[in-house]
């Protein structure tokens, strides 16, 4: 199924402090929330203000679009959800593929026409990961 790190938590521990961001398919609530970008529930990705998810759902919130941009919170299946590419530097993704699965690291450049991410390790070694490997994270506030 989409996004198994994700429903068989192999990340979870992970995801406590920082939330997942995620897009939202076509066929959720009839497109509202299509090309918006939601984030997972912290510290439980399955539970969220709104009580805990069903089965295969994934607790998330994003801003509303009207005045005042009030959090909204719902329960999205997780066939209706794909991971978000990082869009700029210096912000955080997760790691799903490759010698780095499941580190949280730091997007040194974005490739929005490769669809890669470069992340620096140090000053002078880098690598690069498709966008299909990885998926961007927001540190949590909530604390």
Request: hydrophobic share 35%; glycine share 6%.
């Amino acid at each position: 199924g989409p996004l198994p790190w994700l429903m068989n938590k192999e990340f979870a521990l992970k995801l406590t402090r920082h939330h997942v961001v995620l897009k939202v398919s076509p066929s959720f609530m009839g497109g509202r929330l299509h090309n918006r970008f939601v984030s997972t529930a912290c510290p439980d990705p399955f539970c969220g203000e709104n009580g805990p998810a069903p089965d295969g759902c994934v607790a998330v919130f994003c801003t509303s679009n009207g005045a005042g941009a009030a959090l909204q919170h719902y329960h999205i299946p997780v066939s209706d959800l794909s991971p978000a590419p990082p869009r700029k530097k210096n912000q955080k993704c997760l790691v799903l593929d490759g010698d780095t699965r499941g580190e949280i690291m730091t997007v040194a450049k974005c490739n929005m026409k490769k669809n890669t991410v470069e992340i620096a390790i140090t000053a002078r070694i880098s690598f690069t990961l498709r966008f299909d490997q990885i998926c961007l994270v927001e540190e949590s506030r909530f604390r």
